[in-house]
């Protein structure tokens, strides 16, 4: 087991004093038997005058912030502090019936999953379909684990990781046609092109532990990070990131899950005032872990 801390600072800031309605923050981890919630701090500044507490029809755990005095600087700053273990194989989890593809799942599952098997994004010319079936086996059963695992490493491998500071994502479309994108844009592209093969899938938002390993490359490190879960018989919920090629939650800090990426914003509210009264935007966020006993920063 592994202790991941997390620091996350968003700091906006205004050439005059303006005022804030109410903001909306998806910070605290969702508590699982992979993850377990030790601590989470919240402190924003100017002092908000409520914070107050929901769960959001995922069962995510939503901050929401108020204001009633104006400033020239706003200023949200989250400490977590989680128990990680990491997950299984999926190969040794999923049910036989399911282990290879096509399957169908449960007809009562299946009534649940309904709105993430269906496909939420325009596809001309049925491009991410056809991008999702080249990885089948012609006329033949394949293996459901390595067929998602070769989409998720096809995308970490083909596609090139490119930051973007506006809001949104792109469509899977446009993310397969430019070979580019953010960990957001590459989530949603394997979550469609799962569902355009009958997989139930859904977005996940969070953090990832970019250890330094012999040079390793990890990507979408030092800001927010998402992946995606395919729903898996006898496995449940099974975490892909397709930007690193990582299956299972290994380095994977799970805060909240959607049916799609407009729902799992981090942060969002507004201001009172002119556009021109924006000056600036910072993020900042910071991993640490501790394993027996020895702490390591990135």
């Excluded at 908000?48 to 995510?60: A, L, Y």
């Excluded at 999923?94 to 309904?114: G, K, N, V």
């Excluded at 991008?131 to 033949?140: D, E």
Aim: one cysteine or more.
């Amino acid at each position: 087991m592994t202790t991941f801390s997390v620091r996350h600072i968003t700091s906006y800031r205004y050439h005059k004093p303006v005022t804030f309605g109410e903001h909306r923050l998806m910070f605290r981890p969702r508590d699982s038997f992979d993850q377990t919630l030790l601590d989470a701090r919240l402190t924003v500044e100017p002092g908000p005058s409520h914070v107050r507490w929901i769960h959001d029809v995922f069962g995510n755990c939503i901050a929401l912030v108020g204001f009633d005095k104006p400033a020239r600087e706003l200023r949200f700053e989250t400490v977590i502090h989680v128990d990680h273990t990491p997950h299984a194989a999926i190969d040794l989890l999923i049910d036989e019936a399911a282990q290879t593809y096509p399957f169908a799942y449960d007809p009562e599952e299946a009534f649940d999953l309904e709105r993430t098997i269906a496909r939420h994004y325009p596809d001309d010319g049925d491009a991410v379909a056809r991008f999702a079936r080249q990885f089948l086996r012609a006329g033949k059963p394949t293996a459901t684990g390595h067929l998602l695992m070769t989409l998720c490493f096809a995308i970490h491998e083909s596609f090139k990781y490119a930051r973007r500071y506006e809001h949104g994502v792109q469509t899977p479309a446009e993310t397969l046609k430019l070979r580019r994108g953010t960990c957001r844009d590459f989530a949603l592209l394997m979550m469609e092109a799962a569902r355009s093969l009958g997989f139930a899938a859904r977005f996940v938002t969070g953090y990832i532990y970019v250890p330094d390993r012999d040079g390793a490359t990890t990507l979408g490190g030092g800001s927010t990070h998402a992946w995606c879960q395919i729903y898996l018989p006898g496995a449940g919920w099974v975490e892909f990131d397709p930007t690193n090629g990582i299956v299972g939650n290994r380095d994977l800090i799970r805060v909240g899950v959607a049916r799609d990426p407009r729902q799992a914003i981090p942060l969002s509210g507004s201001y009172d005032g002119a556009a021109a009264d924006f000056d600036s935007m910072s993020v900042q966020v910071n991993v640490t872990t501790t394993t027996r006993g020895l702490a390591t920063a990135v």
